[in-house]
C-alpha cells in the first residue's frame, strides 16, 4: 500500500539555525503534499503544502520542494524560534481525495 | 473562518462498550474523513466518505466500525464493542469548497476505554 517515510525522528536545534525535515512517498499518483505541525493535545495544523506541478513554495521563514522524479519532498524551515517546537507530520494525498497518508513524524526542538 | 467541530473533547468508556462520536464538517465540504492517532505516533487514516457512501477504508476500520451522515451537518464514527486498543485521539476531517486538496481537521476526540 501507500507509504511516507519521514527523516529524521527527532531534531533539536539552536535558536536563528535552520532545520530540514525529509520525506519520500510511495504512490506516483500522489499530487498534494501538505505539511502538518501538531503541538501536544491539538490537532494537526496546515502550516504549508505543494501541489505536484511545482517543485518549490516559500511561506516566510517555511519553504517546501519537491521532486516527483525521485518521490522526495523536504520541509525547510530558517531561523528557527522557540515557538517552532512540535512535531511535524509530511502527507501524501492519494489519487481521487481518497486520503492523507501520513509520514511518522519528526520531534523539533529549538533551543533558546 | 468556518472549522470543524467534534463532540465528545474527551470519551471514556469500558471494554465492550459502543461509542460514537460526532463531528460536523465545514458546511460547503463534499468529502469527509476520519483519522485516529494513538498517542506518541503518527496520524493514521481510517475511512473517507462521499457522496454518502464509503469512498476507501483501512484495514483498521473493520466490522466493529461504521460512518454515517445522518443529516446534512453531522458525520458520525461508531465503534460497536470497543477494545482497550482503541484508545486514541480520533480526527475528523473534510476538504472540499474552494480549496480542493486540502483537508481541515477537528480538534480531535480522545478516546479512553478502560
Known amino acids: 500500500g501507500e507509504n511516507v517515510e519521514q527523516h529524521p525522528s527527532t531534531l533539536s536545534v539552536q535558536e536563528g539555525d535552520s532545520a530540514v525535515i525529509k520525506c519520500t512517498y510511495s504512490?506516483?499518483?500522489?499530487?498534494?503534499f501538505p505539511w502538518y505541525k501538531q503541538e501536544l493535545g491539538k490537532r494537526p495544523q496546515l502550516i504549508i503544502d505543494?501541489?505536484?506541478?511545482?517543485g518549490e513554495k516559500k511561506d516566510q521563514r517555511i519553504a517546501v520542494t519537491l521532486n516527483k522524479t525521485a518521490k522526495h519532498f523536504s520541509l525547510h524551515i530558517t531561523e528557527t524560534q522557540p515557538e517552532d517546537s512540535a512535531v511535524y507530520f509530511c502527507?501524501?494525498?492519494?489519487?481521487?481525495?481518497?486520503?492523507?497518508?501520513f509520514g511518522t513524524g519528526t520531534r523539533l526542538l529549538v533551543s533558546p | 473562518e468556518p472549522e470543524v467541530t467534534q463532540t465528545p473533547s474527551h470519551q471514556v468508556t469500558q471494554m465492550g462498550q459502543e461509542v460514537i462520536l460526532r463531528c460536523v464538517p465545514i458546511?460547503?465540504?463534499?468529502?469527509f474523513y476520519w483519522y485516529r492517532q494513538i498517542l506518541g505516533q503518527k496520524v493514521e487514516f481510517l475511512v473517507s466518505?462521499?457522496?454518502?457512501?464509503?469512498?476507501?477504508k483501512s484495514e483498521i476500520f473493520d466490522d466493529q466500525f461504521s460512518v454515517e451522515r445522518p443529516d446534512g451537518s453531522n458525520f458520525t464514527l461508531k465503534i460497536r464493542s470497543t477494545k482497550l486498543e482503541d484508545s486514541a485521539m480520533y480526527f475528523c476531517?473534510?476538504?472540499?469548497?474552494?480549496?480542493?486538496?486540502?483537508?481541515?481537521f477537528g480538534p480531535g476526540t480522545r478516546l479512553t476505554v478502560t
Open positions: 504512490d506516483s499518483a500522489s499530487n498534494y
Open positions: 502527507a501524501a494525498l492519494t489519487r481521487g481525495f481518497q486520503k492523507l497518508v
Open positions: 505543494i501541489r505536484s506541478n511545482v
Open positions: 476531517a473534510s476538504q472540499g469548497g474552494g480549496h480542493p486538496y486540502e483537508q481541515y
Open positions: 466518505f462521499y457522496n454518502n457512501e464509503i469512498s476507501e
Open positions: 458546511s460547503n465540504h463534499l468529502y
